[in-house]
């Protein structure tokens, strides 16, 4: 009869296999061909390929930020899973051709397990490394260019209010713009969306409504979106309010062709965050839903393909 592993035996053994494929430098594909998959998304249980009707396991990991850039997908992945002030967070580099994933290759590794979203911007990958406050730069190949630091500095166990948890970040058409989490902070405040200019020196800063917001994202009118992640919102930059799930948490939101696709999750402390439920819910233009998927693990970052 085969025995049945309890939480804490099944996140060892998680934690475990995340340390050997760090050591080893391999990334733990699983299924390469995305078939009709429209969208990829990050949890921590695994990397994801979603459709209109179901979710394929990719890659067994804790994963977060995720973006593309022309046949490539660059993620970040978190090999120390709950032990996150050990240094095992790592940039890893997949090609995508055909709907096929080929060629994983570990740009980068020893960066802080806590890092959130990346962006392209400006040829330069850009990693929001949250704990320190800053932002890493790295070329398409791996190679740090250098550290910006826009903010005061700060770590995550500051008490004097500068820390602000920055988990997203994009390119707008004139400048950059990061998103301050900002419940962690003391005291808490509302969240707020923070825009730099090239040089990432600051210029404006809007405080939002809600606190602990998460991600940035663009329609097609090039409007901004953020989840306001505890009232189960997606909010405009017009003023527009979404509610999206009555009950659970939004964090993970992009704009596709025809639908938007927003994660949701049960909200619970970080020890147990990787054994929580989770899906993505998909609205249509009207922002409608009209397809709910389940995920094995809460959703962090979303692209689409």
């Not at 061909?33 to 998304?41: I, Q, S």
């Not at 009707?53 to 990991?61: D, T, W």
């Amino acid at each position: 009869m085969a025995r049945i592993f309890d939480q804490d035996e099944r996140s060892a053994v998680r934690m475990a296999l995340a340390r050997e494929s760090y050591r080893d430098g391999t990334m733990r594909l699983v299924e390469p061909e995305l078939a009709r998959a429209r969208w990829l998304v990050s949890t921590q249980n695994g990397l994801f390929a979603v459709s209109d009707n179901r979710a394929l396991l990719v890659a067994h990991g804790w994963f977060f930020g995720l973006c593309r850039h022309g046949n490539r997908v660059f993620m970040f992945e978190n090999c120390a899973r709950r032990d996150r002030f050990r240094p095992m967070g790592r940039l890893i580099a997949v090609d995508l051709v055909d709907g096929i994933l080929s060629n994983p290759v570990v740009l980068a590794q020893g960066l802080d397990a806590s890092c959130h979203q990346i962006a392209m911007i400006d040829d330069l990958l850009c990693v929001l490394d949250t704990a320190n406050q800053c932002v890493l730069r790295f070329t398409d190949r791996g190679q740090l260019v250098d550290v910006q630091r826009p903010f005061r500095p700060a770590l995550a166990d500051d008490t004097n209010g500068n820390y602000m948890h920055i988990n997203a970040i994009t390119a707008l058409p004139d400048g950059i713009a990061i998103l301050a989490h900002n419940e962690k902070r003391a005291p808490p405040r509302c969240s707020e969306l923070i825009v730099l200019d090239w040089r990432w020196n600051e210029t404006g800063r809007e405080k939002l409504t809600d606190k602990g917001c998460h991600d940035i994202a663009h329609d097609a009118d090039g409007l901004l979106w953020h989840c306001a992640s505890m009232t189960g919102e997606i909010i405009c930059s017009d003023g527009r309010r979404v509610q999206v799930t009555p009950d659970r948490m939004t964090r993970g939101l992009a704009f596709g062709d025809d639908c938007i696709l927003v994660g949701a999750s049960v909200f619970g402390p970080r020890s147990i965050r990787d054994v929580l439920p989770g899906s993505v819910i998909m609205l249509d233009r009207s922002f409608r839903p009209v397809a709910e998927v389940q995920l094995d693990g809460p959703p962090a970052d979303i692209i689409a393909l």
